[in-house]
């Protein structure tokens, strides 16, 4: 089976864009999850999909939103960019749900100037 | 909420030396306990996890971690490091349709 695959692998984005970000899910996989990684402060929870319903969400800004389609396909969002989300994005699939173990993508790196 | 704690930020240690990395967490239900394995320039992939039954569960290229309930605690050990596992450990905590991860701990192995 093909892993996790995530577009785009790099951005380069100015202060208050916006940037959408595409995560495809192992085949067969319903739960997806999305983390942002920065230096020191791990991974940090950002939401969690299933059959295109969020069921989770962590403790970020409205400003970062997502979705999830019918082939479990998901994306996110994040508007009015600042400098502090520079990160890499990192998106995890799992077959049950999203406590269970995930499988991760290799990331999108975020670069907000 | 729940949450990760993991004690050390940075650990070096030289070629077969043991190896443990403290993790704790906290949070009020039935969970779902990993350590995941960041090696340089790779995914993220996973290194064991627990789920219940015996504490002591082992893992790949011989890493192993116990979960003691009482203290909240699932801490990784290794009897001897390899230069090969230079990489950053994550603990993590599955609880309510999501899971929360740890700081990190970067671990240097040293030929």
């Known amino acids: 089976k093909a892993g996790v695959t995530q577009t785009p692998r790099y951005l380069i984005k100015t202060r208050g864009q916006q940037v959408t970000l595409s995560c495809s899910p192992i085949s067969g996989h319903r739960s997806v999850s999305w983390y942002q990684q920065t230096p020191g402060q791990g991974l940090q929870f950002l939401f969690e999909y299933f059959s295109e319903t969020q069921r989770n969400k962590g403790n970020f800004p409205g400003r970062f939103s997502g979705r999830q389609f019918s082939n479990s396909r998901s994306e996110m969002n994040v508007s009015t960019l600042e400098l502090g989300d520079s990160a890499l994005y990192l998106c995890?699939?799992?077959?049950?749900?999203?406590?269970?173990?995930?499988?991760f993508g290799p990331g999108t790196r975020l670069t907000v100037l | 909420a729940q949450s990760v704690s993991q004690h050390n930020h940075h650990v070096i240690l030289s070629e077969a030396a043991s190896l443990e990395l403290g993790c704790n967490y906290s949070y009020g239900g039935t969970v779902n306990l990993f350590w995941y394995v960041q090696y340089p320039g790779q995914h993220l992939q996973l290194l064991l996890k627990y789920f219940s039954g015996d504490p002591l569960v082992k893992g790949i290229k011989g890493f192993e971690a116990e979960f003691i309930k009482s203290k909240f605690s699932f801490n990784l050990r290794k009897p001897s490091v390899q230069w090969s596992d230079t990489a950053e450990y994550f603990c993590a905590v599955g609880g309510n349709n999501d899971m929360r991860f740890g700081a990190g701990t970067r671990l240097t192995v040293k030929p």
């Open positions: 995890a699939s799992s077959f049950r749900d999203g406590r269970n173990e995930q499988f």
